[in-house]
């Protein structure tokens, strides 16, 4: 059974930085393309961003939102994949979702991030 | 603003069978794979329908997908409480590199 586990949410002021992680189980992680995708309170689903398999080249895109201000990574070694967010807005108050990237076939239980003073 | 265009709200009575659009471009759904996610309240979207009109396992044949040009629509039969819930549609978009969704569609079950 695929597993996808959010975790690193929480409370942080405008301008801030948190880094937020998703640990994947039941899958081949190494070979996965892998999203973000988040849902601000009360709004639709807005895709984040992807970072593809290293043996496609490890490469990622990026929603022109967050572009310059979020970096996706994955460790292969943890089954790890990791959304740093830098210079948040409260426009980034969203619940974080980790999902496989090729279709957006498994989804995990979402992180909540709360820009706020 | 959504890329893709879908109803904000849909409603039926239990049995009946009710359609939700999805409006998209060329870009988008005219030139890719459309998908279909459920989202009962307080949890994540569940995987519905993919590549137009495949349903993964465990999903009720209750739900059909298709396509047409630059539009999409899932059809839900034989309507349930349980399918009470915001359903959307996405795809991949060729000129923004990235998936991109529709608004949601709450559907009701009077």
């Known amino acids: 059974e695929v597993q996808l586990v959010e975790s690193g949410g929480g409370l942080v002021e405008p301008g801030g930085s948190l880094r937020v992680s998703c640990a994947a189980s039941g899958l081949s992680f190494s070979t996965a393309w892998m999203s973000w995708v988040r849902q601000a309170p009360g709004k639709g689903l807005e895709w984040v961003g992807r970072i593809k398999s290293n043996a496609d080249g490890g490469t990622t895109d990026y929603a022109a939102s967050v572009k310059g201000r979020f970096t996706i990574s994955r460790d292969d070694s943890k089954d790890t994949l990791y959304l740093q967010m830098n210079s948040l807005r409260t426009e980034d108050t969203a619940v974080y979702y980790c999902?496989?990237?090729?279709?957006?076939?498994?989804w995990g239980q979402g992180t909540l991030v709360t820009v706020s003073s | 603003q959504s890329v893709l265009t879908q109803p904000p709200s849909a409603s039926g009575t239990p049995g009946q069978r009710v359609t939700i659009s999805c409006f998209g471009s060329s870009s988008n759904i005219g030139s890719n794979y459309v998908y279909w996610f459920q989202q009962l309240p307080g949890t994540a979207p569940k995987f519905l329908i993919y590549?137009?009109?495949q349903r993964p396992s465990g999903v009720p044949d209750r739900f059909s997908g298709s396509k047409s040009g630059t539009s999409a629509s899932l059809a839900i039969s034989g309507l349930r409480s349980e399918d009470e819930a915001d359903y959307y549609c996405a795809a991949w978009d060729d000129s923004l590199s990235g998936w991109v969704f529709g608004g949601g569609t709450w559907l009701t079950v009077l």
């Open positions: 590549r137009n009109s």
């Open positions: 999902t496989t990237a090729r279709e957006l076939d498994y």
